[in-house]
């Protein structure tokens, strides 16, 4: 049902932790699952130079977001974002399809993280050539939200 390779990323998962002062951070979350996703990127040149993640989740979610952190790391904006739920999937040698939506969420973490640097940087001309405006949306909307719904991710953050 799994294969070496993703069993290998879940024994020994790439980029694990967090980046001090990132140029982006994506948060997203299955409320089906519960699990809960955050990647960060540091952004040079338009090149992700570094990538790292936390995953509060099942093991396809860490075999998903080590392994899709480790193809985006060197790569330029444009390229990262061929980094599809698909592509993720098929790096681990596939995904039974009830885990299909962990490795939507490596990819749909990474996408954010990346719309948030954009944002960040003001390249909003950039967010919307790039089809990221339903990122840009959810990410406005997380900062309007009540305090109470965003401190469960601060506090998964800041473990
Ligand atoms: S079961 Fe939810 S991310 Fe895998």
């Known amino acids: 049902m799994y294969s070496e390779k993703l069993f290998e990323h879940f024994r020994n998962p790439r980029n694990v932790g967090e980046i001090e002062n990132p140029d982006g951070v994506g948060t997203v979350g299955n409320p089906v699952c519960g699990d809960l996703m955050t990647f960060m990127i540091k952004v040079k040149d338009d090149v992700i130079e570094d990538i790292k993640f936390k995953t509060f989740g099942c093991g396809a979610a860490i ?4 392994i899709a952190t480790e193809m985006a790391k060197g790569k330029k904006i444009e390229e990262a974002l061929k980094i599809s739920k698909k592509v993720v999937a098929d790096a681990l040698g596939g995904l039974p399809p009830q885990k299909m939506h962990c490795s939507n969420l490596a990819s749909d973490a990474l996408r954010m993280a990346i719309t948030d640097y954009l944002r960040k940087t003001n390249q909003i001309e950039r967010i919307k050539e790039l089809g990221l405006e339903k990122e ?18 601060e506090e998964f953050l800041n473990d």
């Open 63 to 66: 075999a998903t977001s080590s």
């Open 136 to 153: 840009l949306k959810i990410l406005e909307g997380e900062e309007t939200e009540e305090h109470e719904e965003t401190s469960e991710v």
